[in-house]
């Protein structure tokens, strides 16, 4: 797997991104070659051709990827992704004849656009039938054991049989139910298989629960140094799925990570991006808001914004701003978390929270320092203790600025279960463990995909 901004990509992505750049630049290149002719290094190089293309490019992966086609997991069937593609055609297509409307000087030629679209559709259906093959050949995947037995083994088998991006396939795995003293033996036994000249297989995951006394070192030692990848079961799980699994973490997991270390010089810089881009927001959004504030009032009585109390930095209590969602008696019997189709939302509310309209005012708060742009979304202090008490590792949130937008919203969504904020917690000690600025940026991109796609609200 390839590490972009502290997140792992699997390889096979990255080369069917690079490969997809290359077609579609080429579709457009050989249009404009087959129909400009001797006049094509003119078009290139004195009226932006070579730009344009470029252009072309960045927009047809950019709508690829908004609509989930790197993202093979989010994809239930192969038919889902000829339609998707289909679709990103058809929207490059309405998209491309709006531009030369209104801007005739953006083509390339005349039909330059439109003989490129064909050869374009074409290129990119034949291009991932043939990468569905590829892909498929034995010889592109990884052979892989797993070494364990329980919860933990399981969770990493179901993991690569769903991820075949990942590019592993589990050849063996036996959920060995001896007693604890047997499982050594057992599991030594398990690896002398692979001792020989053709091991059949090509990395083998430790996912053993009880390390103490059960683990077969010299078997996994001798596999190491005959070329064998020998790798744990928590950084697997935490490459493939972004997050850390609370049930394989221990406090040696933070003591000694390369990660969890929040430098000074590393906050200022979070901070001025987060102040810079929240001014930049409300000064776009600021001609909007008017049409918001009526919106609100229509919607049903009471006031036009909402303040609630959160639990923030080193847990300190601070007010957010939201624009009212929901009727005023909401809450009259107690705090409660939303719920997806909740009743207490208006029906303008709903649409605000699905476009993460209701949010704007937060931006007040990032401006303020009470949150960053980017990390956990803050708690209630009415359900801190509760979560706390529940959840391992909870308070670790509370380490740095809870933020507008974070890792867990864009990787998760919204969480209002003591298990989905179990899981929540994962993906943001996970952001917390590689936070970078880097890191920042890529969630704020991430982020306009989420709210076009209107994905995590309740």
């Known amino acids: 797997m390839i590490r972009l901004f502290n997140v792992y990509y699997?390889?096979?992505?990255?080369?069917?991104?690079?490969?997809?750049?290359?077609?579609?630049?080429?579709?457009f290149l050989l249009a404009t070659v087959a129909l400009v002719g001797p006049d094509t290094y003119l078009?290139?190089?004195?009226?932006?051709?070579?730009?344009?293309?470029?252009?072309?490019?960045?927009?047809?992966?950019?709508?690829?990827?908004?609509?989930?086609?790197?993202?093979?997991?989010?994809?239930?069937?192969?038919?889902?992704?000829?339609?998707?593609l289909l679709l990103v055609l058809g929207f490059l297509s309405f998209l491309l004849s709006a531009i030369t409307y209104f801007f005739p000087a953006a083509d390339l030629g005349r039909y330059v656009l439109v003989l490129g679209l064909g050869l374009l559709t074409a290129a990119l259906v034949a291009w991932?039938?043939?990468?569905?093959?590829?892909?498929?050949?034995?010889?592109?995947?990884?052979?892989?054991?797993?070494?364990?037995?329980?919860?933990?083994?399981?969770?990493?088998?179901?993991?690569?049989r769903t991820r075949k991006d990942a590019g592993m396939e589990?050849?063996?795995?036996?959920?060995?139910?001896?007693?604890?003293e047997q499982r050594k033996e057992a599991f030594a036994s398990a690896l002398q298989q692979f001792m020989g000249l053709k091991p059949g297989v090509d990395r083998v995951i430790v996912a053993v629960e009880d390390r103490r006394g059960e683990l077969p070192v010299r078997e996994l030692l001798k596999l190491r140094f005959n070329g064998i990848v020998v790798e744990d079961a928590a950084t697997l799980?935490?490459?493939?799925?972004?997050?850390?699994?609370?049930?394989?973490?221990?406090?040696?997991?933070?003591?000694?990570?390369?990660?969890?270390?929040?430098?000074?010089?590393?906050?200022?810089?979070?901070?001025?991006?987060?102040?810079?881009t929240a001014a930049i927001g409300l000064l776009i959004t600021l001609p909007f808001l008017p049409f918001l504030i009526l919106l609100v009032r229509f919607s049903s009585p009471g006031p036009i914004f909402f303040h609630q109390v959160r639990v923030g930095m080193n847990g300190r209590n601070f007010k957010v701003h939201k624009f009212r969602t929901m009727r005023t008696d909401a809450e009259a019997s107690g705090a409660k978390w939303a719920t997806k189709n909740d009743p207490r939302v208006t029906k303008i509310g709903m649409f605000m929270r699905k476009t993460r309209?209701?949010?704007?005012?937060?931006?007040?708060n990032v401006l303020c320092g009470d949150m960053g742009f980017v990390g956990p979304r803050p708690e209630r202090p009415e359900f801190v203790p509760m979560l706390v008490e529940k959840i391992p590792y909870f308070e670790l949130r509370h380490m740095i600025r809870p933020g507008l937008t974070g890792w867990a919203q864009v990787r998760y969504g919204y969480g209002a279960?003591?298990?989905?904020?179990?899981?929540?917690?994962?993906?943001?000690?996970?952001?917390?463990?590689?936070m970078t600025l880097g890191l920042d940026l890529l969630i704020m991109f991430e982020t306009v995909k989420t709210i076009i796609r209107r994905q995590g609200a309740q």
Do not use: M
């Open 43 to 84: 078009v290139l190089n004195y009226e932006y051709g070579a730009y344009k293309i470029l252009g072309l490019t960045v927009i047809t992966l950019l709508s690829s990827y908004y609509f989930d086609l790197y993202e093979p997991q989010r994809i239930s069937a192969r038919w889902e992704i000829y339609f998707r």
């Open 237 to 276: 799980l935490e490459r493939l799925t972004g997050k850390l699994h609370l049930n394989s973490l221990s406090p040696s997991s933070f003591i000694y990570s390369e990660g969890f270390r929040i430098k000074p010089s590393q906050q200022i810089a979070r901070r001025l991006v987060s102040t810079l």
């Open 170 to 180: 589990v050849v063996g795995w036996d959920e060995i139910s001896f007693d604890k």
């Open 10 to 27: 699997p390889t096979r992505t990255i080369v069917l991104l690079l490969c997809e750049a290359l077609i579609v630049s080429g579709s």
């Open 128 to 160: 991932r039938s043939a990468y569905e093959w590829i892909i498929g050949r034995e010889i592109f995947r990884e052979r892989v054991y797993v070494l364990g037995a329980g919860e933990r083994a399981q969770t990493v088998v179901q993991t690569l």
């Open 357 to 364: 309209l209701d949010e704007l005012p937060q931006l007040w």
């Open 417 to 434: 279960t003591l298990a989905e904020a179990r899981e929540k917690l994962e993906f943001d000690l996970y952001y917390i463990k590689h």
